[in-house]
Structures are given as structure tokens and as C-alpha cells.
């Protein structure tokens, strides 16, 4: 399988993300194929500065999709997904917008005649992995967190508020999955730089529910999320959890080593929890 990908700004200084979906990817046969020269999306604040501009960048991804010969494009970063889908609606509903926006990418040397779908990098695992054949991890409690812009606004994925396909891939690929309230409570995001004190209650909050339902570990599927709650228990008093990615644990489910999956860069170390005989 070949399949054209955006990572994103967060995607290579992540604790173990661009490692753990390399290396899962290279076990399961998916090329990853990266667009050239990507710029950032710009996020979900980018919409309110300018409208132009923030289609634009996300346009120009489009149009180089095109180049490549690719009908998906697929991202592992839950802003960088809500922010491609908007762009990409906007586009398709807009036509004076769509209009304004070739003439930018024309002064780029670029042009758009298709709009590619927008797919997250968990429907592509969804799809591509085998089920779990070992009862290695069945004693591994794991709370599924999504954090925001998974199904919000769009819900066409799954539900918006109680979302499931996260818990149906941990569970298929061999792991307990623990029910809890928290899995679309807001961890602060970008709020988190500016407004940090604010911020760690949030993320404690999710912290603490996913460890009051008995969970050992925490699985997410976007970088800042990780980053937040992984930080915010640091100089905490409460329950620590590892938050790691679901390709993390996507990579031990197939036999790959933690090394070689980036579970050393936690902050939270998950040896403990994840060593299993």
C-alpha cells in the first residue's frame, strides 16, 4: 500500500511518533510517501488571522497531492487533519474562494483541479493491521484519549462527543481497553504555552479519570496532546500514567522492540507497565 502523507510540524520531534509510524508502516508493507517541500498547515488559529491565507496553505498541499498522483491525503496530527478537511469544505463550497485561492497557487506554478480526501493516519491502521492472534498485552489497561478535532467539527468518522473506532483498534490489535469520561475533554492545546497553569489542571483532569477507571497507560493519536499530557505530570502529585501514541503501541502489538518504537522518550516512563514476558 502507498499512501501520501502529510507529518506536520510536530510529527518529527514528537516522543516516538515519526519513529513508532515508520516503523509500523515498514512492517506492514505502507510506503509513506511525504510531500515535498510541506509547509505548515497553519493550524487552526490561522483561520481566524486571514481566511485566504489559511486556505491557501493547506490549497497548496492539495495541489501537490495532485502532482504525485494521490486521491487521500493522510496526516497523523488531529489540528493538521481538522485544519486540511476545513480547507478542503471550504474549497468545495466556496467558489469565490476557490477562485482566489488558484489564483495563489498560480503565482506559486501550481494549480488545483481535485480536492483530495482527508484521512487521519488511525483509518489507515484501522485498515491495515492484522488482528491479535497473542494474549501478550491483554493485561494492559489502556484509556483511548482523542483530545479535540478528531470528530469535532465533522463527525463523519465517528461520533463527536463518544467516539469508538480508538477503543476498537486497541482492542483488536490486543489490549484492554478501559471506559472513561474523558476521552474529547480539551487538554489546553497551544493554550498550554501561554496559559501553562491553566493548562495542567485540564490535562490533570483527563489524567486522573483515565487512572481512577484503571488504565496503566494512556494511548493518543495527536502530538500536542501527548506532549500536554505527558508533561503535566511532571511536577504533579497524582496518579502517573505513560501517554503514549497508538502507533506505539500498534509496534509492540507486532513484535517490534520498544527502541525501535521511541517509548524512551516519554516522560513518563512506560517500562514498567509495558514489559510483559
Known sequence: M????????????????KESTEAVCRKLNIELNEIPDWNCCGATVMFGE???????????????????????????CNACYATLRKAARLLTEDQELFQKTQEVLQNL???????????????????????????????????AYYGCQLTRPDQDLDKGDYPEILEHFLDRIG?????????????????????KNECQGLSQRIIREIANKGAEVIATICPLCQFNL???????????????????????ALGLAPAELGLNKLLVSADKVLTRP
Open 2 to 17: 502507498k499512501i501520501c502523507f502529510y507529518p506536520g510540524c510536530s510529527f518529527a520531534t514528537s516522543a516516538g511518533y
Open 50 to 76: 486571514n481566511k485566504l491565507r489559511a486556505t491557501a496553505l493547506a490549497a497548496r498541499h492539495f495541489a501537490l497531492v495532485q502532482t504525485m498522483g494521490f486521491e487521500d491525503l493522510v496526516t497523523g
Open 109 to 143: 506554478g501550481l494549480k488545483l483541479d481535485r480536492i483530495p480526501k482527508i484521512r487521519h493516519l488511525l483509518e489507515v491502521l484501522m485498515e491495515a493491521m492484522p488482528d491479535s492472534t497473542s494474549d501478550r498485552y491483554k493485561t494492559l489497561s489502556v484509556g
Open 175 to 195: 489490549f484492554s481497553v478501559k471506559e472513561h469520561s474523558a476521552r474529547t475533554q480539551c487538554c489546553g492545546a497551544s493554550h498550554a504555552v501561554i496559559y
Open 230 to 252: 505527558d508533561q503535566a505530570q511532571i511536577q504533579d502529585n497524582g496518579p502517573r500514567l505513560p501517554v503514549t501514541y497508538f502507533t506505539q503501541l500498534a509496534g509492540l
